[in-house]
């Protein structure tokens, strides 16, 4: 059970296009999803938190315009690289909580972006 | 405030050595406290947790034991093999909000 499901795996764009990461959870509903970025060889970067209904909580110095989210059902969470530059490169990874505050996170695949 | 430390790495081991990986937390509640493994190019998985002082959380033939009083949840594995080659994170969640802080991860590579 708890099996995010996180898409694309991996995507290759233009630089100025925009890209769209899918993250469900595919057997429980999840009220709060979490997108993380990770650098090679290093740890998760949280971005930003994902509510469902409301707007995304972002982490300081996360640029909110460029990196869309939408929280639109229990079961979804989207991650939006707009006007995508090399430096955005990464991995990106979310993940969902099946239960409240204490419970493990369950992370999706990730997603490695490379941008051209 | 709160926040996870962790061994430093890489780690190099030999197959079948005994694997230790440290960390220690720092929390003005009672976390929950987890080791994640993430293999190349996947994300993470959970690998075990423990939710309360003294309870000892284990899979695949890796423990780890949450010390309250010495604030540690070291992982620990007897016998590795090349499987195990990984990024191993530790992770504490807080019961009030939901956040979730990791380590820095530790690269376990095993040679055979």
């Known amino acids: 059970g708890a099996v995010v499901s996180q898409h694309p795996s991996r995507v290759i764009c233009k630089s100025g296009t925009s890209v769209k990461i899918e993250c469900r959870s595919l057997d429980f509903q999840a009220t709060t999803m979490f997108w993380y970025r990770q650098f090679p060889k290093q740890s998760l970067m949280l971005m930003a938190t994902s509510n469902e209904g409301s707007k995304a909580t972002y982490e300081q110095g996360v640029e909110k315009d460029k990196f869309l989210i939408n929280h639109a059902s229990l079961t979804l969470s989207t991650l939006t690289v707009t006007s995508a530059h090399p430096e955005d490169s990464s991995f990106y990874i979310c993940?969902?909580?099946?239960?409240?505050?204490?419970?493990?996170?369950?992370f999706g695949n990730g997603t490695r972006l490379t941008v051209t | 405030g709160d926040s996870v430390t962790q061994m430093e790495g890489p780690v190099t081991l030999s197959e079948e050595a005994f694997l230790t990986i440290n960390c220690t937390y720092t929390a003005t509640g009672y976390p929950s406290l987890f080791w994640y493994v993430q293999y190349p190019g996947e994300g993470l998985q959970l690998l075990l947790k423990?939710?309360?002082?003294?309870d000892k959380g284990s899979n695949k033939g890796f423990e780890a034991t949450y010390r309250k009083e010495t604030t540690s949840f070291h992982l620990e594995k007897g016998s590795v093999q090349v499987s195990d080659s990984a990024v191993y994170f530790c992770a504490l969640g807080l019961y009030t909000g939901n956040q979730f802080y990791f380590g820095t991860g530790t690269s376990l590579t095993v040679i055979p």
């Open positions: 993940s969902a909580q099946f239960t409240g505050g204490g419970s493990p996170l369950h």
């Open positions: 423990a939710t309360k002082a003294d």
